[in-house]
């Protein structure tokens, strides 16, 4: 093994004292299992799908009217496909996806626009999402 020093304040070191005798293990024994953990998940976490911001840019400009002026999923989906666009549920929210194809763009929140906003504007769930339960959530979120 390889020697480091690491530099940690006051109360973080005696909490780690104090955690690793409550373990009965070394202070460094503990570092080195945390470490090994953070780079565990960070090896196997599922990498986030971004849209390059040279496309998202630009789309952003071009459907920010069809967002602010729609007053429902239905008069958004219209707007959308006459442009050759459409939104489609994903996981907990929406993506952009070409029209008719059906290749996916990028995420609603990536043009500025999150299903839990759309949620809120529309007072509807989107048109057979499956998570329609977050209309309860982001209707009043207090």
């Not at 202070?27 to 960070?42: C, H, N, S």
Request: charged residues 25%.
């Amino acid at each position: 093994m390889t020697e480091i020093t690491l530099k940690l304040p006051s109360a973080m070191l005696d909490a780690l004292r104090r955690v690793a005798a409550e373990d009965d293990v070394t202070p460094g024994q503990l570092v080195r299992e945390a470490i090994e953990r953070d780079l565990r998940r960070r090896a196997t976490a599922k990498t986030p799908v971004r849209a390059d911001e040279r496309l998202v840019a630009p789309l952003r400009a071009l459907l920010a009217g069809d967002f602010a002026y729609a007053r429902t999923w239905q008069d958004l989906q219209a707007r959308l496909c006459a442009k050759g666009y459409r939104l489609a549920e994903s996981g907990g929210g929406l993506v952009l996806i070409s029209h008719p194809d059906g290749n996916r763009i990028c995420k609603g929140s990536e043009l500025g626009h999150s299903y839990s906003a759309l949620l809120r504007k529309f007072r509807q769930p989107f048109p057979g999402h499956s998570r329609a339960w977050l209309l309860r959530v982001h209707a009043n979120p207090h």
